[in-house]
């Protein structure tokens, strides 16, 4: 079915790489009007240069600064007369974020500041041009390990994805009156750049978590971005407040597949 976000505005935050590339080359190519919001320019405007012409544009944008926040809201509302959906995707994953017993302040810090901040500022700066138009859609990325425990430890990205979680529930309550509807998409582990290079420098790293997966591979961005492309549709009118789980049946799994 084409034209699934058709006269929808959407911001996309982390979309100039990975699974928020993915889904700004599908929304815009269902019929919406995509801010395409990264740190990184350049990454922002090559996402912008596979969307369909004048579907997209580019921002730079730190989710950790607030006042950018802010402005990208607003310039995104400019632009396009109003915003619709907001997919929360930014987050990182870095090194030094590791056992509890490892991890600096500073790298937890770092941590929390991108992927649970942030989050809290684009819903606090996104709600509002949400609750202008009367309503909309708000998807935000948590994680399977918000779900469980993984004794190969992230510390500080597995508590930011938790606190996503619960976020996110509670927004879906407070707003769902006003036809907000806000659910956590919470991935499985999907093949982006970021895992393959982590599991590239460590095979055993990667054989050890692959025999947990009940399928057995990696899921595939689009495979998440299918999932988001529903949430941010019309089509999930009654779907609030939900874990969205796609993650191929990893938190379904009691024992190791044979």
């Avoid at 790489?17 to 009007?33: D, K, P, T």
């Avoid at 090194?95 to 500022?121: P, Y």
């Avoid at 990325?141 to 619960?166: D, E, M, N, R, W």
Wanted: net charge negative.
């Amino acid at each position: 079915m084409a034209g699934r976000l058709e006269g929808k505005v959407c911001v996309i935050t982390g979309a100039g790489g990975g699974m928020g590339r993915e889904a700004a080359i599908v929304f815009s190519a269902e019929g919406a009007r995509v801010c395409v919001a990264d740190v990184a320019l350049a990454a922002a405007e090559e996402t912008v240069g596979l969307c369909p012409e004048g579907s997209a544009f580019a921002f730079q944008l730190d989710v950790a600064d607030e006042a950018a926040v802010e402005t990208m809201m607003a310039a995104t509302a400019e632009r396009f007369g109003g915003i619709d959906v907001l997919y929360n995707n930014a987050g990182i994953s870095p090194d030094d974020d590791a056992s509890i017993l490892d991890t600096s302040a500073e790298a937890w810090q770092r941590v929390q500041d991108v992927n649970t901040k942030g989050v809290f500022f684009c819903c606090k700066h996104g709600i509002p041009h949400l609750l202008a138009r009367g309503g909309g859609s708000v998807i935000n990325v948590a994680s399977f390990v918000a779900i469980l425990g993984a004794a190969t430890s992230q510390i500080s990205y597995t508590a930011s994805k938790g606190a996503v979680l619960s976020l996110s529930r509670e927004l879906g309550v407070q707003f769902a009156r006003q036809g907000i509807r806000v659910n956590a998409l919470c991935p499985g582990p999907i093949e982006t750049p970021l895992l393959l290079n982590i599991f590239g420098d460590n095979p055993e790293a990667y054989e050890r978590r692959r025999i947990h997966w009940p399928m057995g591979r990696l899921g595939k961005p689009r495979e998440i971005v299918n999932a988001a492309l529903f949430l941010a549709s019309d089509e999930a009118s009654f779907v609030n407040g939900a874990t969205f789980v796609v993650d191929g049946g990893i938190t379904a799994a009691y024992v190791t597949p044979e």
